[in-house]
């Protein structure tokens, strides 16, 4: 008699457990492609406004290419894949931040070759006034 | 300051310069339109009923046009410059009529009542009006604003795109060539 509720019990655990476990997934399924779709929705540019990511943007068109990231995404399509896709209609205009190629390599190599240049002419010119004095100065 | 500073201090400034007055006569909103030769995205969207009382029922596909040109027009009741470009558009659509050409308007973040009431005071619907919930079709021609306008040629491919007011100057410059591709039966 004691064993007979402690089996349906453990019955009841092996069925519910799996529920309970799919239940918990659903949402996080949910928040993991939420934050997916504000990664990509954050690289893209909103085409009606100044310097505004569609994440960013509170415009209508910036919420409805929002919804297009997500169902793209929610479909099985990679973030590459979705950024493919605005390529292909805008340009690589829609893209925030271009990507590393031709011309483009110039915004990403330029600040380091004048950091480089800059450090070059701070030591030059360090070295020159630290050196100049006392290569010239008469001993005493 | 020697010459050779003068020279390396003009070398490093001219090229900035050249950024800068390049950037000053670009217009920053600007987009350049990239589906030109692409295949046109193909869209099945419900008929807007110019009756208030009656409901949706026809669905247009752009793939039921093929083998003809198809000018597209993005607009908006709320659009002041689709007001100045409409009569344009109409006079086209009405002069190309009996030939392989169709017009369609595709509307944009807009209420079918305030469009219908758009369309009677610019003298009646010529041309079919498309709705485009939640602007998919606007966001697969790349859609930036309204008025935008494109032209499908007969073989599916997006042959012109304008951002922008159009007028019967450029669309029979555009249709005219693309007429000739089309195929007779």
């Given at each position: 008699?004691?064993?007979?509720?402690?089996?349906?019990?453990?019955?009841?655990v092996l069925v519910m457990a799996p529920a309970a476990a799919l239940a918990q997934?659903?949402?996080?399924?949910?928040?993991e492609l939420e934050k997916l779709t504000s990664a990509v929705a954050s690289q893209?540019?909103?085409?009606?406004?100044?310097?505004?990511?569609?994440?960013?943007?509170?415009?209508?068109?910036?919420?409805?290419?929002?919804?297009?990231?997500?169902?793209?995404?929610?479909?099985?399509?990679?973030?590459?894949?979705?950024?493919?896709?605005?390529?292909?209609?805008?340009?690589?205009?829609?893209?925030?931040?271009?990507?590393?190629?031709?011309?483009?390599?110039?915004?990403?190599?330029?600040?380091?070759?004048?950091?480089?240049?800059?450090?070059?002419?701070?030591?030059?010119?360090?070295?020159?006034?630290?050196?100049?004095?006392?290569?010239?100065?008469?001993?005493? | 300051?020697?010459?050779?500073?003068?020279?390396?201090?003009?070398?490093?400034?001219?090229?900035?310069?050249a950024v800068f007055l390049r950037g000053m006569r670009s217009d920053p909103r600007?987009?350049?339109?990239?589906?030109?030769?692409?295949?046109?995205?193909?869209?099945?969207?419900?008929?807007?009923?110019?009756?208030?009382?009656?409901?949706?029922?026809?669905?247009?596909?752009?793939?039921?046009?093929?083998?003809?040109?198809?000018?597209?027009?993005?607009?908006?009741?709320?659009?002041?410059?689709?007001?100045?470009?409409?009569?344009?558009?109409?006079?086209?659509?009405?002069?190309?009529?009996?030939?392989?050409?169709?017009?369609?308007?595709?509307?944009?973040?807009?209420?079918?009542?305030?469009?219908?009431?758009?369309?009677?005071?610019?003298?009646?619907?010529?041309?079919?009006?498309?709705?485009?919930?939640?602007?998919?079709?606007?966001?697969?021609?790349?859609?930036?604003?309204?008025?935008?306008?494109?032209?499908?040629?007969?073989?599916?491919?997006?042959?012109?795109?304008?951002?922008?007011?159009?007028?019967?100057?450029?669309?029979?410059?555009?249709?005219?060539?693309?007429?000739?591709?089309?195929?007779?039966?």
């Open positions: 008699m004691i064993r007979r509720p402690s089996v349906f019990a453990l019955m009841l997934a659903e949402p996080q399924d949910e928040v893209l540019r909103c085409p009606v406004c100044q310097g505004l990511s569609v994440e960013d943007s509170p415009t209508e068109l910036a919420r409805d290419m929002r919804a297009v990231v997500r169902e793209q995404l929610a479909s099985g399509k990679s973030p590459e894949e979705v950024k493919a896709y605005f390529v292909s209609k805008y340009g690589e205009w829609i893209l925030l931040e271009p990507k590393p190629r031709g011309l483009n390599l110039a915004i990403y190599l330029l600040p380091v070759a004048a950091l480089v240049a800059g450090a070059g002419l701070i030591v030059r010119s360090v070295r020159r006034w630290t050196g100049a004095p006392s290569a010239g100065a008469p001993e005493s | 300051m020697n010459l050779r500073s003068v020279l390396i201090a003009v070398l490093v400034t001219l090229p900035l310069v600007f987009v350049p339109p990239a589906i030109p030769g692409q295949p046109a995205p193909d869209f099945a969207l419900v008929r807007m009923p110019m009756a208030a009382d009656e409901e949706p029922s026809d669905t247009i596909r752009l793939a039921d046009y093929r083998g003809k040109v198809v000018v597209l027009n993005f607009w908006a009741s709320w659009c002041v410059p689709c007001r100045v470009e409409h009569p344009e558009l109409v006079a086209v659509a009405r002069e190309y009529r009996d030939r392989d050409v169709v017009f369609l308007g595709i509307l944009y973040k807009d209420q079918p009542g305030n469009a219908r009431a758009w369309l009677n005071e610019m003298g009646g619907e010529v041309y079919p009006t498309l709705l485009d919930p939640g602007s998919r079709t606007a966001i697969d021609y790349g859609l930036t604003g309204v008025p935008e306008t494109v032209i499908v040629d007969p073989s599916g491919t997006v042959a012109f795109k304008r951002i922008g007011i159009v007028n019967r100057e450029m669309l029979v410059r555009e249709i005219e060539p693309l007429l000739a591709e089309v195929v007779r039966p």
